[in-house]
């Protein structure tokens, strides 16, 4: 990814919603190395003020503290505003399962409240996470983006609802926007734990304290683990593409390969063991599946390669030795 095809951002005004999340906040931190006018709302309910530590005192960054279900506060942060990245959601197909209703608040009647905010402000371009969870039943593999199967968790059914809001936003109001769909997203910042933790970052931290790792199931379950700075890319191209065919759609953000359970904790265990002998002995369980789990996710990556000229550059291997790093030497 070469910095100089994005210098068009410079000083430009940009919103990130979200923004002291994972994704969020490495988000924010490289749009600040482009010299982009950040603002980051957030109301930490999954977010951390430590993603923030390294810039928050940027004086190209503005943190506003508040919650994307208070319509005022999203006409507050969208006023002047050029760009939105919106980020903020409460993730978690499990999490969704035990609290559907606050899923709902948050991904639906939140988003609706930030693309209402930013059609009256004049925002230029509306681009937003969506999650490749919409796929749901879908046997077909690889995943493309027009072709989705029935949802198989309040979360998703939430982030589907957000395409087909965004849709309507564009046709009945003329703003532009543009869906990702994160295909299991890892890397740097993210949080190894709570109740909802993602399995990567979870397996590390467990790994280095010398504890077993449950895989959900056998470990035949296959997902297409993303590394951040994709995700990355995947944002910068979004927000500059000028090609009008390529804005409005729905795009994977994925590498366009699978890997399973099995072999992710064998990855992990390999790069860990470079710091600390003893992790390659330790041994992984197995628990039962986990409800609301589609088997197997894959992602095509052709509309994205020819419409916004994405490419890939980190693959799983590539991506995880980079996160072991990141974890061992930020968070042993």
């Not at 198989?152 to 957000?162: E, G, Q, R």
């Not at 699978?258 to 197995?286: A, C, G, M, P, W």
Request: glycine share 6%; hydrophobic share 35%; with cysteine.
């Amino acid at each position: 990814m070469r910095e100089d095809q994005f210098s068009m951002l410079k000083s430009r005004r940009i919103l990130v919603t979200g923004g002291a999340g994972f994704i969020g906040s490495n988000l924010c931190e490289h749009l600040l190395k482009l010299g982009v006018m950040v603002s980051c709302l957030d109301n930490f309910s999954t977010g951390h003020r430590h993603n923030l530590e390294k810039f928050i005192d940027n004086p190209n960054f503005a943190l506003i503290e508040g919650d994307i279900r208070d319509p005022e506060i999203c006409k507050k942060v969208c006023e002047d505003k050029e760009y939105i990245l919106h980020e903020a959601a409460l993730g978690s197909v499990p999490r969704s399962l035990k609290d559907p209703v606050t899923s709902n608040e948050v991904n639906v009647s939140g988003f609706l409240n930030m693309l209402v905010a930013a059609k009256d402000a004049g925002v230029k371009r509306f681009v937003y996470a969506a999650s490749s969870s919409t796929y749901g039943d879908s046997k077909d593999l690889p995943k493309i983006e027009d072709k989705i199967g029935k949802p198989l968790s309040p979360y998703a059914i939430t982030k589907y609802v957000n395409e087909l809001y965004a849709d309507i936003f564009h046709d009945a109001y003329n703003l532009d926007t543009i869906g990702l769909r994160y295909f299991n997203v890892f890397g740097r910042k993210q949080d190894p734990n709570g109740a909802y933790a993602a399995v990567i970052p979870k397996f590390v931290m467990q790994f280095m304290k010398h504890e077993s790792p449950v895989i959900n199931g056998d470990g035949t379950y296959s997902r297409d683990f993303t590394y951040i700075d994709n995700v990355i890319q995947m944002n910068l191209l979004a927000l500059t593409v000028e090609n009008p065919e390529a804005v409005n759609q729905i795009y994977n953000t994925a590498v366009g390969d699978r890997t399973n359970l099995v072999e992710l904790t064998q990855y992990l265990k390999n790069f860990l063991s470079e710091y600390d002998k003893e992790i390659e002995k330790i041994e992984v369980q197995h628990g039962p599946n986990r409800p609301g789990d589609i088997p197997h996710s894959l992602a095509s990556v052709d509309k994205a390669r020819k419409l916004l000229g994405y490419k890939p550059e980190f693959t799983i291997e590539k991506g995880l030795k980079e996160a072991v790093a990141w974890y061992w030497h930020n968070l042993r």
